[in-house]
């Protein structure tokens, strides 16, 4: 619920358009869903910036992701950084917004953290297993979701060159506030908001006008 009214905040506080998508296989995207599916998610942010240049023909001053959406979203930001190195680009005035992301390091997924004993036992097995989502939707949890999880290494944000603002909740149980401290350690131009009391998604709206505010401070 947080992010279509975010969406709304920060385009009224700045007087500028916001455009909100899914990744494939999530919400109303067709295509098929996967657990990790970092480079296919990387390729729909892609194909999102290049839509908003070319057939709306604006400039995009920032993107945001919230949780595994962060992951693209710091993708995108390293790819724009290494471009900027090379030639004057004018995305690099564009910065990023990393809600609740969370920094890993490859080999220290743990499946047996957030799965069941039968569900691993059922993986061992045939490959997969069914997880029902929060939405009612059956997904399937394969072998290769899982590896390409326990080897997703997020050291690259170092090579970050444009500004980046990290907004945690210091009450996250899904992914631990330390995150966002290794996120400040390891990004050069860095921001970092923590929200005392917030949970992962922020409390619902509870904490609203205060993360608007500081995005769209930090977009200016």
Excluded at 79 to 91: C, F, P, R, T, W
Aim: one cysteine or more; glycine letters at 8%.
């Amino acid at each position: 619920m947080i992010l279509s009214h975010m969406a709304a905040g920060v385009a009224e506080q700045n007087n500028c358009h916001a455009v909100r998508f899914d990744f494939q296989g999530n919400g109303s995207s067709g295509g098929g869903w996967r657990m990790a599916n970092y480079a296919g998610e990387l390729s729909d942010l892609q194909r999102v910036v290049s839509f908003v240049e070319t057939d709306l023909g604006c400039n995009v001053a920032c993107i945001i992701g919230h949780s595994k959406g962060s992951v693209a979203v710091l993708q995108y930001a390293q790819q724009q950084s290494l471009k900027n190195q090379s030639a004057a680009d004018e995305k690099g005035n564009c910065c990023f917004v990393n809600l609740s992301g969370r920094y890993t390091s490859r080999g220290n997924f743990d499946p047996k953290t957030i799965f069941t004993e039968a569900q691993i036992k059922t993986l061992a097995e045939k490959g997969s297993f069914k997880l029902k989502s929060p939405g009612g939707r059956v997904l399937d949890v394969t072998a290769e979701d899982i590896d390409e999880r326990a080897n997703l290494e997020m050291s690259f944000v170092s090579n970050i060159s444009q500004r980046v603002l990290t907004i945690h909740g210091d009450a996250d149980t899904t992914v631990d506030v330390d995150s966002a401290y290794t996120f400040d350690d390891k990004i050069p131009k860095h921001s970092l908001k923590v929200i005392p009391n917030a949970d992962h998604n922020f409390n619902g709206l509870r904490y609203l006008r205060e993360i608007v505010s500081a995005i769209a401070d930090f977009v200016v």
